[in-house]
């Protein structure tokens, strides 16, 4: 199984089907007898979940592209994490750059390579940096992995938590419902 189906398996039955003519307003089966996901399913199994860090990811993976919001969200919170450890810590702006655009660039990158597992392998650490947008010329990545690579480690641990418990939230949500549809 590869990286992105292992991680996003339980979300897979939420996506399933996911087209530009997804919205169903009816109830139509499409053979099987079994009425088919619409998107008032998909959204009551983000509305199932317990934390706001849950349904953005969640709607994320299943919405793409049209959960701007979300994803913005998502953003703000993995920023926030480094710009408050980073001062708990008393840590000074870079250089050429200040904390909260560090941290903004670096949570833009730690949430494209969570939502894409297969990025991964498609970049060093020092490409990472790169796709973040911070060049050689902004910091070069020893000063970045003796100074930063700890806020980075942890907006990684809140988005693959965030993720991991989203996804338990889905299956049971998915039992739930596939439980009610028998009875």
């Known amino acids: 199984m590869n990286a992105v189906a292992e991680k996003f398996e339980q979300f897979e039955w939420l996506t ?9 307003f009816n109830d139509e089966t499409k053979g099987t007898g079994e009425k088919p996901l619409d998107y008032q399913d998909r959204l009551g199994a983000i509305a199932s979940l317990d934390t706001p860090l849950e349904k953005a990811i969640t709607s994320i993976v299943i919405f793409g592209e049209n959960a701007k919001g ?9 920023a926030g994490i480094m710009v408050k450890e980073a001062a ?22 730690v ?26 010329n902004k ?9 930063w690579k700890q806020y980075e480690t942890m907006m990684i641990l809140s988005i693959e938590g965030a993720i ?13 419902t596939y439980k009610d549809v028998k009875n």
């Open 139 to 147: 910091m070069n990545y020893e000063a970045y992995r003796k100074s």
């Open 111 to 136: 949430l494209d390579f969570a939502i894409n597992p297969t990025m991964e392998d498609n970049f060093t650490a020092k490409g990472r940096l790169y796709y973040a947008g911070i060049g050689e």
């Open 164 to 176: 991991k418990c989203a996804s338990e939230g889905v299956e049971k949500y998915r039992k739930q």
């Open 88 to 109: 708990q810590d008393g840590k000074k702006d870079p250089d050429k750059m200040t904390l909260k655009h560090l941290a903004s660039l670096i949570a833009r990158m």
């Open 70 to 78: 979300d994803y913005d969200f998502l953003l703000n919170h993995l």
């Open 16 to 24: 399933h089907g996911i087209t530009a003519k997804s919205p169903q």
